[in-house]
């Protein structure tokens, strides 16, 4: 069983930066696919961005292109999203999550959860 604990999130003004961690238990985190998740208030969670087993290889939702990056450090066992240029609608819980496959997933690919972060930008 995997565990997963987000820590970075805080109150920020647009076009602030924020760093996103994510510790994960167990030696397997070096092996699987990882990923990022966010869910505002009132709506669904959704894809903010993936990242395959090596970090060879990663994948961003649309809207956050150019301004967010994935990495991930497996001799610390730990995921990464730096948030740069952040506006108002990136506001959100982020979810960190672990994937059961080495290369980039889908959704139903994700089988661990974190219990989730609080950003939230001002305008």
């Known amino acids: 069983q995997v565990q997963l604990v987000e820590s970075g999130g805080g109150l920020v003004q647009a076009g602030g930066s924020l760093r996103l961690s994510c510790a994960a238990s167990?030696?397997?985190?070096?092996?699987?696919?990882m990923g990022w998740f966010r869910q505002a208030p009132g709506k669904e969670r959704e894809f903010v961005a993936a990242?395959?087993?090596?970090?060879?290889?990663?994948d961003y939702a649309d809207n956050v292109k150019g301004r967010f990056t994935i990495s991930r450090d497996n001799a610390k066992y730990t995921l990464y999203l730096q948030m740069n240029s952040l506006k108002p609608e990136d506001t959100g819980v982020y979810y960190c999550?672990?994937?059961?496959?080495?290369?980039?997933?889908?959704?139903?690919?994700?089988?661990?959860w974190g219990q989730g972060t609080q950003v939230t930008v001002s305008s």
């Open positions: 999550a672990g994937a059961s496959k080495r290369w980039i997933p889908v959704r139903s690919d994700y089988r661990y």
């Open positions: 167990g030696r397997t985190f070096g092996m699987y696919a």
């Open positions: 990242i395959t087993w090596n970090g060879g290889s990663t």
